[in-house]
Each structure stands twice: as structure tokens, then as C-alpha cells.
């Protein structure tokens, strides 16, 4: 009897699976609410009134939302010996990732999911049915979405979009520069640069090379806010530009980060005619992506991007295999690819122009 009763228990897999857009939500709100960022002025906690009160909340509900945090070791629960009154304490381990000025922000990622992901993934039966996110758009969002009618040229969607970019490429650039050996380039552009992220590591790692980001005027602007010190932001040239339609700048390595993968195959041969085009002879194209293992069955972080480059954008993940082809047939050669150490599936790789 015990064993029957056991087995028609619902497996936990599924519940974690099924429930897990509730603990998405609440991270959601809490991050938007800039929770953790209040927590982090008052070390010693506060009580669910005081945050009620600071944030303009119903308390009843402050303190379910705190409770539910705290049970999913977001933040901690303590109580005053004197009072027995419950008090919040952020978590530091977990603090440094959810306030919005730390170095290792995960903010620009939470809010770029709250605000974009999400509502996209509610239409999710749309876009399997019909192949593509535009209705899924327009009911998300009110809007038909094209190249040049796009979510991410709007000011709120622009700025989020442009922060988790610039936060996630801050971790894994250095790493990109540091995968080969770059310093017989001595014109660097990165192409869809956005935020200067990568273009700012490459010239910290190869100060002898001039380096360029070219991309739209949004980015541009975007990319005002969002500098280092002075020394770098010096060495580091920003062009406004479309990567479809205007001459790229001179360069003899031209670089593309989390770019071929948003793009549709006919983007992508477009994309790489150019680069192959305006590219120096014994120049070099260097494109870092996540790659799919061969069977394309894993790793999961890329089936999760392989997910979401269907649902945002148009294009999708590849095999390291299929990357050597599409770049061989476009006149490249010596192909090379290495895993940029530390960070999972992400990886760098190379082809020359003869």
C-alpha cells in the first residue's frame, strides 16, 4: 500500500518545473521593486512595515512576497530576541547579483526577462504554430516587429536590452580576448558592438591595436551610459552604422559577439558576404558564440538560447561543425575553435581571408 501510495505522488521534477514560473515572477518583482538594492543601506534588516512603507506596499502582501524570498534563500528572516519582530537581511552571497550597481549585476538579465522574455514566451503555441514571433509581438507588445520596427529601439526596451548585454558580455569578454592570439591585428572592429564591452577588453589585452565599435545610433547612445574609466573609453572608437547596409570600418579582424546567432540564415550568409567583403587579405573574422553539442541535444544552456533566439529574435544556435561550414563557404579558411575557459558552452573561434 505504501508503495502505490508513493508512486502516484506526483514526480518532483515536474512540480519544480510546473511552479517555476512563480519563483521567476517573484524575482521579477522584487528585482523591479530594487528590493535588494534597500536591503544592502540597512545591514542590521528591516521589518516588513518598514519596506511596506519605503516602497508604498500593502503589508499584508509585503510580508507573504518577503516570506516566500526568504524560503527560496533569496534573502535571510531573523527575529529581534527583544520583540520577536521578523526582520530581512539581504544574503551577501546572493545580494552581490541581484542590486543593480555591483560589477556582477545579474539586474540588466532579470529585468531583460521580466519586461521581454516573459511576456514573448506567454504566445509561445503562436510561434510554434506559425514559425515565427510576429504575432507574438504584436499581441505581446501592440506592434508588428521588423527590422526597422523593432522592440529594441524603443527607449525602456533599449535601455534594458542594452544593460543585460553589456553585464553578461563584461563576464565573458576578457575571456573572448584572451582565447587566441590577437596581436598581429592591428585594426580591430567589433561589429554590433553595443555597450563597447568586448571592444574594451580586446584593447585592454592588445593596446597597440586601434579598436572600433560600429553599430546603430541607439546603441551608440546607450553605450555613453554605460563607460569605463577614462583610459579605456579613450582608446575605443564608436561609428554609427547599420552592419546590413553601410560600409564597414577599415579593420583587418572583425569581430562578432552574441551576433550570428539572432539572425536568420539569409542575415547570416548577408552578414558574412560583408565581413568577407570588406576584410583585408590575411584578415580574420572572429565570431563568440554558445555552441550546440552535435546531436544538438545539449548543453542546456544553449537549448535554452536556441529557445529564446526563436521566441526574441530570428535566428538560432549551431553546431561547431555547422559554423565551419557556413563560415568555409564563404571564402574562409584555417578555422579554429576554443571554449572560452570558465564560462560553459561559450566559445570563440577564428577564420582567416587568404
Keep these: 500500500m505504501e508503495n502505490e501510495t508513493n508512486s502516484r505522488l506526483w514526480p518532483t521534477v515536474l512540480v519544480d518545473i510546473n511552479n517555476g514560473f512563480e519563483k521567476s515572477q517573484v524575482l521579477f518583482v522584487t528585482t523591479e521593486l530594487q528590493l535588494y538594492d534597500l536591503l544592502a543601506t540597512h545591514p542590521n534588516g528591516m521589518t516588513a512595515n518598514e519596506i511596506a512603507s519605503r516602497k508604498e506596499l500593502n503589508l499584508e502582501a509585503t510580508e507573504r512576497i518577503l516570506d516566500f524570498v526568504a524560503g527560496i534563500k533569496l534573502i535571510k528572516k531573523d527575529f529581534k530576541s527583544e520583540s520577536k519582530t521578523a526582520i530581512y537581511k539581504n544574503l551577501p552571497q546572493i545580494a552581490t547579483f541581484l542590486q543593480s550597481s555591483t560589477p556582477n549585476s545579474m539586474v540588466g538579465a532579470i529585468m531583460h526577462a521580466s519586461r521581454i522574455k516573459y511576456p514573448l514566451y506567454q504566445h509561445l503555441m503562436t510561434i510554434i504554430k506559425t514559425g515565427n514571433h510576429t504575432e507574438a509581438y504584436k499581441h505581446a507588445f501592440g506592434f508588428d516587429v521588423t527590422l526597422e520596427n523593432n522592440i529594441y529601439k524603443s527607449d525602456i526596451y533599449s535601455a534594458t536590452f542594452l544593460q543585460f548585454m553589456h553585464q553578461i558580455s563584461s563576464i565573458t569578454s576578457p575571456g573572448v580576448a584572451k582565447t587566441f592570439d590577437l596581436s598581429s591585428f592591428c585594426e580591430i572592429c567589433d ?3 553595443g555597450s563597447g564591452a568586448l571592444a574594451y577588453a580586446l584593447a585592454s589585452e ?11 545610433a541607439y546603441a551608440v547612445e546607450e553605450a ?3 563607460t569605463p574609466d577614462d583610459t579605456q573609453r579613450q582608446r575605443v572608437k564608436f561609428v554609427v552604422g547599420d552592419i546590413f547596409q553601410d560600409e564597414f570600418p577599415p579593420a583587418n579582424l572583425y569581430t562578432f559577439a552574441r551576433i ?4 536568420e540564415d539569409e542575415k547570416v550568409h548577408q552578414l558574412l558576404q560583408r565581413t568577407f567583403k570588406y576584410l583585408k587579405s ?3 573574422v572572429l565570431i ?4 550546440l553539442n552535435e546531436t544538438k541535444t545539449g548543453p542546456l544552456e544553449t537549448l535554452f538560447l536556441n529557445m529564446n533566439m526563436m521566441v526574441e529574435m530570428s535566428g538560432r544556435e549551431r553546431t561547431e ?3 565551419r561550414q557556413l563560415l568555409e563557404q564563404h571564402g574562409f ?7 572560452v575557459g570558465g564560462h560553459g558552452s561559450f566559445h570563440t573561434m577564428i577564420a582567416k581571408k587568404p
Excluded: M, N, R
Design 288 to 291: 563568440a558564440e554558445h555552441l
Design 206 to 216: 592588445y593596446p597597440d591595436a586601434t579598436v572600433t565599435v560600429f553599430d546603430l
Design 321 to 323: 561543425t555547422e559554423y
Design 191 to 193: 561589429l554590433g558592438g
Design 260 to 263: 550570428i546567432h539572432d539572425w
Design 333 to 339: 579558411v584555417d578555422f579554429q575553435c576554443k571554449s
Design 282 to 284: 590575411g584578415g580574420a
Design 224 to 226: 555613453k551610459k554605460i
